[in-house]
């Protein structure tokens, strides 16, 4: 039988047509990978197959954090870095085709050791120059590393300022900075890079307990998944999080037939959609626009009363604002939606 949020994809993704055909019981797998800095790759798209999967089966593997766990205390230099957002996979997905849809459901997200890293790089935040907006500066800002301990059975973690004697404690909340398929067309873009299949979204929404739409746009669909986040806050804004190797643990389903034109997501309390452009306005328009489709297909109220609605209830953030693109997610409690139809 499919689970109840593959259901809701099956329902949403096809217009809640009764025709849409089950999946049927078969036997599944768990499929088991470990992630090395000698396998990781820089981009998502085509790539030779780290592993195959079939609908339904789980994968469990690691990601190494977006520095390639390449900084591990005060006095690592940055040219330690071989890559950025390095991204395990990618994962071939049987019977996946264009214009399906791959559905991850993310069981669980587990910090691979006890501490973080967030840093500052000159050229790359949401407050100093950048190539798309450039200022004078008589210096630049200094590269700059903070180490974060993690105490994972207290689920915090400790900030020390390293110009004054200061330390607070916020909470662990562990997500995937980085999780996608190949682009179409056989592109392939920068690990650094969200769009339309994902990539680097930076979204705290991507944690356990939620189901992740993404497009497929090439045959085996081609997953990918790294940079790991024990904490971020919203847009990411001086360029990282608290950077962390990452164990995951996915189970994957498809929809046959019917695509998402933007990532999705779900919970049991509510619906998320995304925006992933710049300007930022764009973004949102994205976002917005592709959960009042959702309301209005699914629900069916109408685009103007869904707009209406989601104007007095909706929710919007912004993930991150550092990227090539920006990221925004729309989200609607279903509590104030009418029955799914």
Same mark, same amino acid.
């Given at each position: 039988?499919?689970?109840?949020?593959?259901?809701?994809?099956?329902?949403?993704?096809?217009?809640?047509? /009764?025709?849409?055909?089950?999946?049927?019981?078969?036997?599944?797998?768990?499929?088991?990978?470990?992630?090395?800095?000698?396998?990781?790759?820089?981009?998502? @798209?085509?790539?030779?197959?780290?592993?195959?999967?079939?609908?339904?089966?789980?994968?469990?593997a690691n990601s190494l954090d977006c520095f390639g766990n390449a900084l591990q205390k005060p006095g690592d230099p940055f040219s330690n870095i071989k890559i950025d957002n390095p991204l395990t996979g990618p994962f071939y997905i049987e019977g996946?085709?264009?214009?399906?849809?791959?559905?991850?459901?993310?069981?669980?997200?587990?910090?691979?050791?006890?501490?973080?890293?967030?840093?500052?790089?000159?050229?790359?935040?949401?407050?100093?120059?950048?190539?798309?907006?450039?200022?004078?500066?008589?210096?630049?800002?200094?590269?700059?590393?903070?180490?974060?301990?993690?105490?994972?059975?207290?689920?915090?973690?400790?900030?020390?300022?390293?110009?004054?004697?200061?330390e607070t404690q916020f909470p662990l909340k562990p997500f995937l900075g980085c999780i996608g398929d190949a682009p179409a067309n056989g592109e392939v873009r920068s690990s /650094?890079?969200?769009?339309?299949?994902? @990539?680097?979204?930076?979204?705290?929404?991507?944690?356990?307990?939620?189901?992740?739409? /993404?497009?497929?746009?090439?045959?085996?669909?081609?997953?990918?998944?790294?940079?790991?986040?024990?904490?971020? @806050?919203?847009?990411?804004?001086?360029?990282?999080?608290?950077?962390?190797?990452?164990?995951?643990?996915?189970?994957?389903?498809?929809?046959?037939?019917?695509?998402?034109?933007?990532?999705?997501?779900?919970?049991?309390?509510?619906?998320?959609?995304?925006?992933?452009?710049?300007?930022?306005?764009?973004?949102?328009?994205?976002?917005?626009?592709?959960?009042?489709?959702? /309301?209005?297909?699914?629900?069916?109220?109408?685009?103007?009363?869904?707009?209406?609605?989601?104007?007095?209830? @909706?929710?919007?953030?912004?993930?991150?604002?550092?990227?090539?693109?920006?990221?925004?997610?729309?989200?609607?409690?279903?509590?104030?939606?009418?029955?799914?139809?």
């Amino acid at each position: 039988m499919p689970s109840r949020h593959l259901f809701a994809a099956l329902c949403s993704l096809a217009a809640c047509s /009764l025709a849409a055909t089950p999946l049927r019981a078969q036997s599944h797998e768990t499929v088991h990978y470990h992630a090395t800095i000698d396998n990781v790759k820089p981009t998502f @798209g085509p790539a030779e197959p780290v592993a195959h999967l079939k609908p339904g089966d789980t994968l469990e593997a690691n990601s190494l954090d977006c520095f390639g766990n390449a900084l591990q205390k005060p006095g690592d230099p940055f040219s330690n870095i071989k890559i950025d957002n390095p991204l395990t996979g990618p994962f071939y997905i049987e019977g996946a085709a264009p214009g399906d849809t791959l559905v991850i459901h993310i069981l669980d997200l587990e910090v691979d050791g006890k501490q973080g890293v967030g840093t500052f790089s000159p050229g790359f935040g949401a407050a100093n120059s950048t190539h798309y907006t450039p200022m004078l500066e008589k210096q630049p800002l200094p590269e700059r590393a903070w180490y974060y301990p993690i105490d994972a059975e207290k689920k915090l973690i400790t900030f020390h300022a390293l110009d004054s004697n200061f330390e607070t404690q916020f909470p662990l909340k562990p997500f995937l900075g980085c999780i996608g398929d190949a682009p179409a067309n056989g592109e392939v873009r920068s690990s /650094l890079v969200p769009a339309e299949f994902g @990539g680097n979204m930076d979204a705290p929404e991507v944690s356990p307990g939620n189901t992740l739409y /993404l497009p497929v746009n090439i045959p085996g669909a081609l997953f990918y998944f790294g940079d790991g986040h024990a904490a971020m @806050g919203d847009g990411e804004v001086a360029g990282s999080a608290v950077e962390v190797p990452m164990k995951a643990k996915f189970r994957f389903e498809l929809v046959k037939g019917k695509s998402t034109g933007w990532p999705r997501l779900e919970n049991d309390r509510e619906l998320m959609t995304t925006g992933i452009y710049r300007p930022v306005d764009d973004a949102v328009r994205i976002a917005v626009t592709e959960l009042i489709a959702w /309301l209005h297909r699914d629900y069916q109220l109408s685009d103007l009363d869904a707009y209406e609605l989601f104007s007095k209830v @909706g929710h919007l953030h912004l993930t991150e604002m550092v990227d090539p693109n920006y990221v925004v997610v729309a989200s609607i409690e279903k509590k104030y939606l009418p029955p799914r139809k």
